[in-house]
């Protein structure tokens, strides 16, 4: 029978309602001056909705901290029919204990399988991201979870810690985890990679390390480990504004095409340096994912010029399996010639069906008529 879903965007006429008939509950209480005695007595009340089973609790751009942060948990944790929950805490003042807290609480929710953590705009550091992964790693049953961390001073130890935290949620199958601009590193990547290739149930994968000072060795590094997950099919890779040059797309292509099962493909490199030798060989190298059916490639403002884009487009036009492609190659240098040779190769893509170009450039291309 389908669940009604209660949406409630007032305090108290959440508080005055019927607690014990909550079943699917959304509530919405972002930019509401809302502090820690309101969210713990929030959360005295929904620790009375014992029949809960569908959590959206939106609390972004409040005035929450550790001990808000940690009662709002305590108090989910007595959910005990809790399998679905997500918690927006962006922009509020959460620092490593409340981080840690929450994370302890939720980690005894023991029927949460889907759990998405928004904590962007908070003062969690890198303590408090290691803690939390920490916590989380008891959360057996979790099979989908989001974590939107984002800059948080977070190093090379600190994402491979994350990593091997994460590892150990055994049931894990779909994950998605957004650590942009830190200052991870070639090292850190590497360690962040060889850890979550440990989640051996893992089938989709979206990880942003866009801003994080990650060069040739950590991108091919990063995708060598992820390629031993047997069961990878969806990967979302965001590397944009790093230190990725030509030999690094060389190296991270050459680790994709070990990713022999995956089927759907997100590569954003948006303003690395790769060139017209880095964007060829990147295409030659993705040719031998022989399952890739979606591809969507972003590789704007890269210094791709003619060579660069019909190198592309001819290694492209050898992904027999291809049907569905997003090529978005604006900013870079792509004359006319380039655009011709590209649009002339993707027609061989004989399974193509849907094809998306995004090529405005640094300066006008003019087409023949």
Partial sequence: MLQQIKYYN???EFLNSSLLSHEVLHIDLNFNQIGDDSASGLGSSLAKCIYLQKLTLDLSL???GDGGASSL???LAKCINLSNLTLDLYGNKIGAIGAQGLGSAIAKCMNLSNFTLQLYSNQIGAVGASNLGFELSKSINLSNLTLYIGPNQIGATDASSLGFELSKCINLSNLTLDLNSNQIGEDGTTGLGSNLAKCFNLSNLTLFLNSNQIGAKGASNLISELSKCIYLSNLTLGLNGNK???IGASGLGSALAKCINVSNLTL???????GDDG???????LVKCINLSNLTLYLYDNQIGDSGVSGLGSALAKCINLSNLTLDLHSNQIGDDGASVLGSELEKCNNLSNLTLYLK?????CFGL
């Fill in 361 to 365: 450039q640094k300066q006008f291309i």
């Fill in 279 to 285: 964007a060829s060989v990147l295409g030659s190298e």
């Fill in 268 to 274: 954003n490199l948006d303003s690395n340096q790769i």
């Fill in 10 to 12: 007032i305090l108290e």
């Fill in 73 to 75: 948990g305590s108090a």
């Fill in 244 to 246: 990725i040059s030509a």
């Fill in 62 to 64: 409040n005035q929450i």
